[in-house]
């Protein structure tokens, strides 16, 4: 499509006043012609989303078009830069600090959403550049290597939501440590943690999940069916369905016991009912 004599009439600020801005902003001039591209680029996505205008409409009006084109061009590549040389400045990669700076752009400011969809498409090419840029980052929050481990699980694994990535690695890395602390085992700490880190689920359900598990996984079931044990026994417990969840695998009756033991004997009747299972 042949574009418009307004559209036409529109034209992008100069190379030599572009680059008197980065002079003028400290900019290394090594990184001037990635600028000059990247305002290109915002010139020409923003002039092309008026090529179906009308010239009669007040909002088609050249003053409008011109002033939104060339601002909002020179708003993009003023941000674009100062996020490039935040991230450079950080001790990034130039590769990294492009993606974070695009994807930045791109999820409406938010920093821990740029920085889990860099992550992202740079392990794609690259995983152990990715992680040693993560490592950057991670020292930068002043975060330790649980957090960061645990950032690239939930990375890799689970995905983003609407809890930022960075506060569930945070939240667990503190709530891992303060369990083992407190004497339990690596098994239960990491398991307890990552439910507990998402803000979520009952702080019951945290230790019978973690609780479950840890013997689920002593017995010799696999992660994945330990896992899929734990959650329905933790939430039976939860939910107070005791007997209900009990008599799916026995018929036997635990008597009176108090809730403890009758948890603990629950638990016990579960995990030889599927171990049986499995070895069918």
Same mark, same amino acid.
């Given at each position: 499509?042949?574009?418009?004599?307004?559209?036409?009439?529109?034209?992008p600020?100069?190379?030599?006043?572009?680059?008197?801005?980065?002079k003028?902003?400290?900019?290394?001039?090594?990184?001037?012609?990635?600028f000059?591209?990247?305002?290109?680029?915002?010139?020409?996505?923003?002039?092309?989303?008026?090529?179906?205008?009308d010239?009669?409409?007040?909002? *088609?009006?050249?003053?409008s078009?011109?002033?939104? %084109?060339?601002?909002?061009?020179?708003?993009?590549?003023?941000?674009?830069?100062?996020?490039?040389? $935040?991230?450079?400045?950080?001790?990034?990669?130039?590769?990294?600090?492009?993606?974070?700076?695009?994807?930045?752009? *791109?999820?409406?400011?938010?920093?821990?959403?740029a920085?889990?969809?860099?992550?992202?498409?740079?392990?794609?090419?690259?995983k152990?550049?990715?992680?040693k840029?993560?490592?950057?980052?991670?020292?930068?929050?002043? =975060?330790?290597?649980?957090?960061e481990?645990?950032?690239?699980?939930l990375?890799?694994?689970?995905?983003?939501?609407?809890?930022?990535?960075v506060e569930?690695?945070?939240?667990?890395?503190?709530?891992?440590?303060?369990?083992?602390?407190?004497?339990?085992?690596?098994?239960y700490s990491?398991?307890?943690?990552?439910r507990?880190?998402?803000?979520?689920?009952? =702080?019951?359900? *945290?230790?019978?999940?973690?609780?479950a598990?840890?013997?689920?996984?002593?017995?010799?079931?696999?992660?994945?069916?330990?896992?899929?044990?734990?959650?329905?026994?933790?939430?039976?417990?939860?939910?107070g369905?005791?007997? %209900?969840?009990?008599?799916?695998?026995? $018929?036997?009756?635990?008597?009176?016991?108090?809730?403890?033991?009758? =948890?603990?004997?629950?638990?016990?009747?579960?995990?030889?009912?599927?171990?049986?299972?499995? $070895?069918?």
């Amino acid at each position: 499509m042949e574009e418009s004599k307004l559209l036409k009439e529109i034209h992008p600020h100069s190379q030599e006043y572009l680059t008197e801005i980065f002079k003028n902003a400290g900019y290394p001039s090594q990184f001037y012609p990635r600028f000059l591209l990247r305002y290109t680029r915002a010139f020409n996505d923003l002039k092309n989303q008026y090529d179906e205008c009308d010239e009669d409409d007040e909002d *088609c009006s050249f003053e409008s078009i011109e002033k939104e %084109v060339i601002q909002g061009a020179l708003n993009i590549i003023t941000e674009y830069s100062q996020i490039f040389m $935040k991230e450079i400045n950080s001790g990034h990669c130039e590769e990294w600090t492009d993606l974070v700076t695009r994807e930045y752009s *791109c999820s409406y400011d938010n920093y821990d959403e740029a920085i889990y969809y860099a992550y992202i498409d740079m392990s794609k090419k690259d995983k152990e550049l990715a992680k040693k840029e993560l490592n950057i980052y991670r020292k930068l929050l002043g =975060e330790d290597e649980l957090f960061e481990k645990h950032y690239i699980f939930l990375c890799e694994y689970v995905g983003s939501g609407n809890t930022p990535t960075v506060e569930i690695a945070r939240n667990y890395s503190k709530i891992y440590k303060q369990q083992i602390a407190l004497g339990k085992s690596e098994v239960y700490s990491h398991y307890y943690a990552e439910r507990n880190a998402y803000n979520i689920y009952p =702080e019951l359900y *945290c230790s019978k999940f973690a609780y479950a598990i840890e013997r689920a996984i002593l017995k010799g079931f696999s992660r994945f069916n330990a896992i899929d044990i734990a959650d329905s026994y933790a939430n039976a417990i939860v939910n107070g369905w005791h007997y %209900v969840y009990l008599h799916q695998f026995t $018929k036997e009756d635990p008597g009176n016991i108090k809730d403890e033991e009758l =948890e603990d004997f629950i638990l016990n009747v579960v995990l030889d009912y599927e171990l049986k299972a499995i $070895k069918k």
